[in-house]
């Protein structure tokens, strides 16, 4: 099983430099840090009193990591979920907020095992998440990474912007896509003909 800081550096080295896409609700970002967290922890880096785009590009890659660790895994308190679905879980939170844990909530709800859905990791949703990574140990992992990969899909639908996050230029799939397919067996991934079929209606 991979640990923490390996997931941490891995989610650096898929998320890349500095970029500022205004196709990009995160504004600027680097290392997948974007100026809105490091307005949320002050990061005022180069110390001239504000947080801007200067501050983004000064972040080194050691620090992303360390924020990774502690603002997307300790503080939400992902280690209290079943060991299976923690780095799945982990690297859709720095994506996507507090929206990583409320997929898994509304999974494992589907299944039987209720947790609120409020994308906070307490004790009902600990108790339902070990309850159904219990029951269905050998898929728990997949329908969290399936579930998230329907979220990114429904993302793009309702918001043509983001569709070149899911959809290469040439057609197949987009880092979102390939992202959440990381985490899911082989033999869940989308076919070339199934992921056309899944975005033919965006023109």
Known sequence: ?????????EIVRREGGYVNDPDDPGGATNHGVTIHTMRAL??????DGRI???DVKALGRDEAKAIYVRHYFEQPKLDLLPACLQASVFDMQVNAGANAVRILQRLVTAM???A????VVGPGTVRAAGAAAEAAPDHIADAYGIERRNYYYRIADQRPASRKYARRKDGGKGGWITRAEEFISVRFHLTAAEHAARVRSWG
């Open 112 to 114: 039987g095992f209720p």
């Open 42 to 47: 002050g990061r005022d880096l180069d110390g």
């Open 1 to 9: 099983m991979h640990s923490v800081e390996s997931i941490a550096a």
């Open 116 to 119: 609120d859905d409020d994308g």
């Open 52 to 54: 801007d785009a200067a």
